[in-house]
């Protein structure tokens, strides 16, 4: 299986989507699709392109994106529409795979750099317990650690 195959079908990609480049530039993975030439959406031919960008889930610890050619059509109305792709909600600058991982591609976020506590999508929170909010009617600074 060639890497362009393997990447479509990660994408869930058919005809007349394909995979016609991937590169890797500045520490990124910059994934091309396009159409096959000649191809029709909804029975209408393509009027022309517009091209567009998506943030897509990290390849292992690389940034990935998804860059195609959105092909517009011109519909039985008249109007111009753009053609919907299937990776990706419209209007949205992020794959649908990214979305559902909330925006954070958690799994695969791990950086040595990044404190422990905001690793995975994990932010600070305020503290739940009444001694470590300092309502239980004395400061954190009273404390003292229990030697070992």
């Known amino acids: 299986m060639q890497p362009t195959e393997l990447f479509a079908l990660g ?8 995979i016609v480049d991937i ?7 910059h994934i091309k699709v396009d159409f096959e030439r000649g191809a029709r959406f909804g029975g209408l031919e393509v009027h022309d392109t517009s091209e567009r960008k ?37 209007g949205s600058g992020f794959t649908m795979d990214f979305e559902a991982a909330g925006g954070q591609p958690r799994a695969q976020t791990y950086s040595p750099r990044v404190p422990p ?7 600070r929170r305020e503290p739940t ?12 600074s009273q404390l003292s650690r229990a030697d070992p």
């Open 129 to 140: 317990c009444p001694i470590a909010r300092g309502s239980a009617g004395f400061s954190r």
């Open 54 to 90: 998506w943030r897509h889930l990290n390849f292992f610890k690389y940034p990935c994106f998804i860059h195609a050619r959105v092909p517009r059509v011109i519909g039985k109305d008249g109007k111009v529409a753009t053609v919907q792709v299937p990776w990706a909600h419209a």
């Open 11 to 18: 994408l869930g990609l058919t005809p007349p989507w394909k």
């Open 23 to 29: 590169e890797f530039i500045d520490g990124e993975v």
């Open 117 to 123: 506590q905001t690793r995975f999508g994990v932010l």
